[in-house]
Structures are given as C-alpha cells and as structure tokens.
C-alpha cells in the first residue's frame, strides 16, 4: 500500500523487451533509497512495480502485459520523469490516501488553468471510472493522492498546490497528457457488496 504522497521523482533509464513483456530501469532521482530490498514494492507513477534488481541510484522491474495495456508505461520514453513512492510502512502518517498502486485505467489532462497560486487541472476520465469518482472524494493521478473539487459528464477538477507541481511530474503534463488513474478503493468495494444486497 501507498499514501499517494510522492517522495522523490526519477527518470526512465531504460525499457528493455523481454519475453512479450518489458523490464524497465528506473534511476531514482530525489527518491530516498537507503535500504532497498530485493522485492519490496515502488509505485511508479502510481503502478506498483517489484523490484528485481537495483544498484546505487536505480532500480529493475518487469512490467507485465496487463500493466502495459492499463497504464502509461509502456508509452514512456527514456529519460521521462517519473513519481516515485516507497510502499507505506506501518509507523508512517497517512498524509493522501490509501493508494493500492493498481492502477483502473488511463485518463488525460483537458485543461490546466491558474487560480490564485493554484492551478486547476481538468482531467477526462472513460465512464468505467468516472462512475467512482465523486466531488470531495480521493482519486490518485500518476500516483498523486488528490482531492477532486468537480465532476462533470466527462472528467473531473483537482487543484494543485505550487509545492505538488513542484515536487512531482506534473510540470512535464499539458493538455492531451495521457495520465494513470487510480479510483478510492472504497467504491470498489460499496459496489460490490451493493451487487450482493439481498442475496442470502
């Protein structure tokens, strides 16, 4: 699990085909990295990724097919900056949300317009997610934790602080961007158990 509060962001160093997949080599930036293991997951760009092998600044994952074909990694180039999250430990605050780092499907930035020092993103969004996605909910965009200020019949609004495009990629972002997106783990859950009212 992941707060969707982002500790360091890194870049794309390589992207190697393996096998009808991809391994990608990701060098880690400002992320902290004292004490990696073998295993342990990182969620990049909110995509939960296990790392297979790593060295002083960077680190090896395999991304899988279904990977690929729900998220934007496969479509990175390399140097691409990237988010970058170390899985929650258990003493740790919970400053965003709980993010499990799989990631439901891909959005894209509509808009980006200022607002005081802020600046408000307009994300579209395919109906299969939209339908999750309320105003004052959670929603984590390329990993990013963030609290959604509008919904309308296509997409939805976050504001976003000078310290968040500051401190990750979404100063990279312009509209058409393809993002990643994460919905509130909760819905899944309220929709399932509603599909099951009633039954014995």
């Known amino acids: ?9 890194g870049s794309v160093r390589r992207l190697e085909p393996v096998g ?12 902290p990295f004292e004490r990696v293991e ?3 997951s990182i969620a990049v760009n909110g995509c939960c990724l296990t790392v297979i092998a790593f060295d002083h600044d960077s680190f090896d994952c395999d991304v899988s097919p279904e990977t690929l074909r729900l998220t934007t990694l496969g479509t990175l180039a390399e140097g691409a900056p990237v988010n970058l999250e170390r899985a929650l430990l258990p003493t740790q605050r919970l400053g965003g949300h709980l993010v499990s780092g799989h990631v439901d499907g891909l959005g894209a930035v509509r808009s980006i317009t200022p607002e005081g020092r802020a600046l408000v993103w307009w994300f579209e969004a395919p109906d299969s997610l939209l339908r999750y996605i309320a105003v004052k909910g959670s929603v984590a965009i390329n990993g990013v934790s963030l609290t959604v200020n509008a ?25 058409g961007s393809p ?10 859950y ?8 009633g039954a014995p």
């Open 38 to 40: 073998l295993g342990e």
């Open 1 to 9: 699990m992941f707060t969707g509060i982002i500790e360091g962001v």
């Open 179 to 188: 993002v990643n997106l994460e919905i509130d783990t909760v819905a899944r």
């Open 151 to 175: 919904v309308d019949a296509h997409g939805f609004a976050v504001a976003l602080i000078p310290h968040t495009v500051a401190n990750t990629t979404f100063g990279s972002l312009s509209a």
């Open 190 to 197: 309220v929709e399932r158990l509603l599909q099951f009212n």
């Open 20 to 31: 009808g997949d991809l391994r990608l080599t990701v060098a880690v930036g400002t992320l």
